[in-house]
């Protein structure tokens, strides 16, 4: 779970693996491991999940904490455009540190219509550059269960 502080990370986590939503917000220190088995058919994929706390201008994702990722969700708060760029910066420090590796960008607090400011051509220009997002809410629910799934068949 990879993107700048407050865009849903631990909320996404926490209701894909415990079904659960709180409003309150406690920001992560560090990292926060969580585990959740997938099944895909015949096929079960167990993913642990790495919860780790948002890149801000003063902290940057320590390369040690993604080594050896099968995989990753790159979370943007749909109510702040900005954290669309720290998502990307995130991809791009991706690619170069530890390769490319299948990923989903996710527009998190789809549910917050009247705040929305993602503009459509900021997700068109995404699937121009072949890069897969999904509208998500951890508070509702909607997408949250689909993301994860899409990312367990990227990665098998």
């Known amino acids: 779970m990879l993107g700048t502080y407050g865009v849903g990370k631990t909320s996404l986590v926490r209701h894909f693996v415990q079904s659960i939503f709180d ?7 560090g990292v926060k ?14 993913m642990v999940l790495w919860d780790i706390a ?46 490319e590796l299948p990923f989903l960008i996710l527009f998190n607090k789809a549910d917050l219509t009247e705040e929305w400011k993602v503009a459509e051509e900021d997700t068109r220009a995404l699937g121009e550059k072949q890069f897969h997002w999904l509208s998500t809410s951890a508070k509702s629910g909607m997408n949250v269960e689909a993301a994860f799934v899409e990312l367990a068949k990227r990665m098998i």
């Open 23 to 29: 409003d309150s917000y406690l920001s992560t220190i």
């Open 33 to 46: 491991i969580d585990r959740k088995t997938v099944h895909l058919g015949e096929v079960e994929v167990t």
């Open 54 to 99: 948002g890149e801000e201008d003063f902290f940057q994702i320590p390369t040690s904490y993604v080594k050896g990722a099968a995989g990753y969700l790159l979370v943007v708060d749909g109510t702040r455009p900005e954290t669309l760029q720290v998502a990307l910066d995130v991809k791009e420090r991706m690619d170069r540190e530890v390769g």
